[in-house]
């Protein structure tokens, strides 16, 4: 169902030479509030939290256009216990290639996994993922500071079993501004094709900014039943995207052009759906 509207809407924004149906995809989990409730019979469905902390939440995985596109949400989907993050990618890039050509893929550290990255490679696939330090990149970034250089790229191969090998690239890069003076001073990321796709990773952040936009659109409840749960998210999801989708008609059609900050307001969306449908 959610497939099918977008469909819908990328065919109406697609008749605007200013939509980029074409580029850069960010995929990312996000969870709803902590769940203070008795969670027993839906462990399966209330599980962890993204940081290692004893409290639970439900979460959900999108895959959305970011970049010069304007931010539709291809995809969302719910989170099980047991399910592999290479699953959890697998699926969103397939409704997502489906929907819209790819070209690259912008993911958080957390899926960092180097089966990940071949499966994205064996799609044809451009990539940049932040990889969590283990003491080789720890001493590498020693080495860096110790030399006051910032930034150092360098070939590396991840195994991925038996006598198979994924070859990516690792930039490591200082960062501005760091509040540690040691090898936290860097980030480590991973590419598979070089250090002149690292400035795009930027337009991950938007994935973020968009959930922000997306909780506002979703109704509150104390349900525990996991469709209705999933069909809150998925249907704001939605709202988030067809207002992004209608700013752009707005915009082409005032100024003959887009720019990304929006000139229709999340509040006016609210407004007039509530009116249109009295949902709200």
Same mark, same amino acid.
């Given at each position: 169902?959610?497939?099918?509207?977008?469909?819908?809407?990328?065919?109406?924004?697609?008749?605007?030479?200013?939509?980029?149906?074409? /580029? #850069?995809?960010?995929?990312?989990?996000?969870?709803?509030?902590?769940?203070? $409730?008795?969670?027993?019979?839906?462990?399966?469905?209330i599980i962890g939290t993204k940081?290692?902390?004893?409290?639970?939440?439900? *979460?959900?995985?999108?895959?959305?256009?970011?970049?010069?596109?304007?931010? #539709?949400?291809?995809?969302?989907?719910?989170?099980?216990?047991?399910?592999?993050?290479?699953?959890? !990618?697998?699926?969103?890039?397939?409704?997502?290639?489906?929907?819209?050509?790819?070209?690259?893929?912008?993911?958080?550290?957390?899926?960092?996994?180097?089966?990940?990255?071949?499966?994205?490679?064996?799609?044809?696939?451009?990539?940049?993922?932040? =990889?969590?330090?283990?003491? +080789?990149?720890?001493?590498?970034?020693?080495?860096?500071? *110790?030399?006051?250089?910032?930034?150092?790229?360098?070939?590396?191969?991840?195994?991925? /079993?038996?006598?198979?090998?994924?070859?990516?690239?690792?930039?490591?890069?200082?960062?501005?501004?760091?509040?540690?003076?040691?090898?936290?001073?860097?980030?480590?990321?991973?590419?598979?094709? /070089?250090?002149?796709?690292?400035? &795009?990773? $930027?337009? %991950?952040?938007?994935?973020?900014?968009?959930?922000?936009?997306?909780?506002?659109?979703?109704?509150?409840?104390?349900? =525990?039943?996991?469709?209705?749960?999933?069909?809150?998210?998925?249907?704001?999801?939605?709202?988030?995207?067809?207002? %992004?989708?209608?700013?752009?008609?707005?915009?082409? &059609?005032?100024? /003959?052009?887009?720019?990304? +900050?929006?000139? !229709?307001?999340?509040?006016?969306?609210?407004?007039?759906?509530?009116?249109?449908?009295?949902?709200?």
């Amino acid at each position: 169902m959610y497939r099918r509207a977008v469909n819908r809407l990328l065919d109406e924004v697609a008749e605007t030479k200013e939509f980029f149906r074409a /580029g #850069i995809v960010a995929i990312d989990i996000t969870e709803a509030d902590p769940f203070t $409730g008795n969670r027993t019979g839906h462990e399966d469905e209330i599980i962890g939290t993204k940081e290692k902390t004893d409290e639970y939440a439900y *979460q959900w995985a999108t895959v959305q256009l970011v970049g010069n596109a304007v931010p #539709i949400v291809l995809d969302a989907r719910p989170v099980r216990k047991g399910e592999s993050r290479k699953e959890i !990618v697998e699926d969103l890039l397939d409704s997502a290639q489906d929907a819209v050509h790819v070209d690259n893929v912008l993911m958080d550290r957390e899926f960092d996994s180097q089966h990940i990255l071949e499966m994205l490679s064996q799609r044809g696939l451009s990539y940049v993922v932040p =990889k969590r330090m283990q003491t +080789s990149e720890k001493a590498q970034a020693k080495g860096l500071l *110790q030399r006051d250089q910032d930034r150092y790229e360098t070939d590396r191969k991840l195994h991925l /079993g038996k006598n198979e090998w994924h070859e990516t690239t690792l930039i490591y890069r200082r960062k501005e501004d760091a509040e540690h003076d040691d090898y936290r001073q860097y980030s480590v990321f991973m590419s598979n094709y /070089g250090g002149s796709f690292l400035t &795009e990773y $930027g337009y %991950r952040w938007e994935i973020e900014s968009g959930y922000k936009s997306i909780k506002r659109f979703m109704a509150a409840t104390t349900s =525990k039943h996991f469709g209705l749960r999933f069909f809150y998210f998925a249907f704001a999801c939605l709202l988030y995207s067809i207002w %992004r989708a209608v700013d752009l008609l707005l915009q082409v &059609e005032l100024t /003959g052009e887009y720019e990304h +900050s929006p000139m !229709v307001t999340a509040d006016n969306t609210l407004t007039l759906l509530k009116k249109q449908t009295g949902i709200g």
